[in-house]
């Protein structure tokens, strides 16, 4: 028999596909339990015009899911602390890299979202050394907000 591991998440967001792996479920039942509010924080961080969801589960929500704790009722201001909590509270700007992390995506989806105007890029970046680009914070968090599925 195969013994169970204790792992750390180390991004606050994940991937469906992983979210499934995790949990040991199809990618299906995992998707129910997000449109049915079984797992309270998900994320639809696609681009707007995007014909399939790129759906993104908060790790704690999960944890909660999979260990099946009865969550109480959510509380006022609960969803805007989840989501400041996800950028660092200190800077007003966001570096690409941090970004793809926080969402677990790469960088040309990032740049995507900057052409789509729902994330503002803040400088002007190139490639190269010192070219990285940086969004608003602000703008991200309004991201989230903007697209929670539960």
Same mark, same amino acid.
């Given at each position: 028999m195969i013994e169970p591991i204790n792992i750390t998440l180390r991004r606050p967001l994940i991937s469906l596909a992983a979210a499934a792996a995790i949990a040991n479920e199809p990618t299906? !039942? #995992?998707?129910? %339990?997000?449109?049915?509010? !079984? #797992?309270?924080? %998900?994320f639809d961080v696609a681009q707007p015009d995007a014909a399939r969801r790129a759906i993104r589960v908060l790790s704690q929500s999960l944890a909660k899911y999979i260990e099946r704790?009865?969550?109480?009722?959510?509380q006022p201001g609960a969803f805007a602390r989840v989501v400041e909590s996800l950028f660092p509270a200190l800077a007003q700007n966001i570096r690409t890299d941090t970004l793809c992390r926080v969402l677990d995506c790469d960088r040309k989806h990032i740049f995507r979202l900057s052409k789509c105007r729902v994330v503002e890029c803040v400088n002007q970046y190139r490639r190269g050394n010192g070219g990285t680009a940086r969004f608003s914070r602000r703008s991200c968090v309004d991201f989230l907000i903007s697209r929670r599925l539960t």
């Open positions: 299906d !039942a #995992i998707t129910e %339990a997000v449109d049915s509010g !079984a #797992i309270r924080f %998900a704790v009865a969550q109480p009722p959510e």
